[in-house]
């Protein structure tokens, strides 16, 4: 199999370059050809490794098994991921109501599933391509991407990774665990601005012809680690297929039966990896679409205008608080019959004018197995107040945001809802939910939040406060440059 690009402007590559290249160069994303199906149902009793190792081969041609096998257990151990199982379904009712906690890996964000494969993936695949430039991964991070992407590229042979976050704009515990890294090929700066800030001028760096010629004179080119890299969207289907099959193992559905999704969605690549599985063969019936406040996404299903003029807000659930979702482009292809010049349309229109609209058909084409919902942050807070009565189930704000979700929505089948992050990633807000008064640091919520119900404090977080900082350096915006320059 190859993949091609959604805009038609990239000859047919391998997976190989396909994840060595990131995007297409001349704009558009890496599909692959065709969807491939797998009798998933004889995968019932394996592991998530075997389920992961079946469910990537048809993508990966070019990888042999013993690289593939290579790549999903070294990624995916128990000492990673903190349980055997690397994710984890939770029944919060007796019947119908599942929280799969996607969170148990390094840093306790859903990002580690792909995070931690995606840098082995890379690997073979610089050397598949004949690669042996090093690769600089540069990456702006709002919070959870950054360490995700940290503890996924630590100590990768010729690979280093640097990481912007803004100054005093992410929480103390996100700040904690990237400024704590080690690992010798691993930077991480203060940029004194807003994640916008940091974000353009990471962009900035990557259209820099001088850089990038003066980087390529010292053997070194930049790379992304984002979620428009097929490396990192694929392994995310792997816990749909697990996740289903795991229902069926406890005999809570018969292999076949219906089950719906729901997700907590900023960049639409986690969602995106659920569509893929339901075309694969797995028996999804519908995917629910949750945003909060900034609800581009509902919009777009409910009338067919994507439109990113909108205000932005910030939300208890920043990982979500977004008004472009890059991978959407993906799933357009895919609705619009693979029209790669309607693409072309849409997204010249969205640069243009920062919308698009599509047609009725498209829109009914959709909302036969996708549904948007969002919710508002008064909400949020209550979900998790009530699920903890209720349940005994204490729950982080984006999933609390998909949680409301499916409580709002018709869904009449088992539905499974991705839990993308560790309470204790936002404890503060978490126990504002469960109507606790949060005083003091965040690592007194942390404890706090240790006395409610929430189970052991993830591993990513204890012992977080007494660990040395490594990364001390803080930048103005204009100096990022200069930075990086001084990194080559
Ligand atoms: C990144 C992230 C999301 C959004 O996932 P997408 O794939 O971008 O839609 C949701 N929740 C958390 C905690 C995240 O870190």
């Known amino acids: 199999m190859r993949y091609i690009s959604t805009r038609d402007n990239a000859a047919p590559a391998m997976f190989a370059e ?66 055997p199982e690397v994710v984890r379904n939770v029944a919060v009712d007796d019947g119908r109501f599942h929280i799969l906690e996607l969170w148990h890996g390094p840093t306790a964000a859903f990002k580690d599933v792909a995070l931690q494969i995606m840098p082995r993936f890379m690997q073979y695949s610089k050397a598949k391509c004949g690669d042996d430039v090093h690769t600089m991964i540069l990456v702006a991070t709002s919070g959870d991407t950054g360490k995700a992407a940290l503890e996924g590229f630590k100590n990768q042979k010729g690979i280093s990774i640097v990481v912007f976050y803004p100054h005093g704009g992410v929480s103390e515990v996100q700040k904690l665990q990237m400024t704590t890294t080690d690992g010798a090929n691993t930077r991480v700066v203060a940029v004194r601005g807003n994640f916008d800030d940091c974000q353009n001028g990471v962009k900035a760096l990557f259209g820099d012809e001088a850089l990038i010629n003066e980087a390529a004179k010292r053997g070194i080119k930049f790379s992304s680690a984002n979620s428009i890299n097929w490396g990192r ?37 986690n969602i995106l990896a659920g569509y893929y599985a339901k075309m694969m063969g797995l028996p999804i019936r519908k995917l629910i679409c949750a945003s909060n406040r900034n609800n581009v996404l509902t919009d777009f299903f409910n009338s067919g205008i994507y439109d990113k003029n ?51 058909d498209m829109v009914k084409k959709m909302t036969a197995f996708i549904e948007g919902c ?51 990633k936002f404890s503060a807000d978490v126990l504002k939910g469960l109507g606790i008064a949060a005083e003091g640091d965040e690592f007194e919520s942390v404890e706090k939040l240790s006395h409610t119900g929430a189970g052991a404090v993830h591993r990513a977080i204890e012992g977080l406060k007494e660990k040395n900082v490594l990364h001390d350096r803080v930048i103005d915006i204009l100096e990022m440059r200069e930075t990086v320059r001084g990194f080559l």
């Open 18 to 83: 396909a994840v060595n290249l990131g995007m297409v160069p001349a704009g558009g994303l890496f599909v692959p050809e065709y969807i491939p199906t797998i009798n998933f149902e004889s995968l019932v009793n394996e592991s998530y490794q075997k389920t992961a190792v079946a469910t990537l081969t048809p993508f990966m041609d070019g990888f042999n098994k013993e690289e593939i096998e290579a790549c999903v257990n070294e990624a995916y151990t128990s000492e990673s991921f903190g349980i």
């Open 233 to 269: 969207l694929c392994p995310q289907i792997v816990y749909y297929v697990r996740s289903y099959l795991d229902l069926v193992n406890t005999k809570k559905i018969s292999y076949g039966d219906d089950v719906d999704f729901c997700v907590p969605t900023g960049n639409f690549g």
């Open 310 to 360: 909108r205000e932005f807000h910030r939300t208890m659930s920043p990982s979500m608080d977004i008004l472009i979702s890059s991978n959407l482009e993906r799933f357009l292809f895919e609705m619009s019959g693979r029209d790669a010049g309607k693409i072309v349309d849409l997204y010249d229109s969205l640069s243009q004018k920062g919308s698009f609209s599509v047609d009725a």
């Open 374 to 424: 969002w919710i508002d942050e008064q909400t949020v807070l209550e979900t998790i107040g009530a699920i903890y009565r209720e349940h005994g189930y204490v729950m982080d704000t984006h999933t609390a945001v998909a949680v409301a979700a499916v409580q709002k929505s018709k869904t009449d089948v088992p539905v499974i809802t991705a839990s993308t992050a560790s309470p204790y």
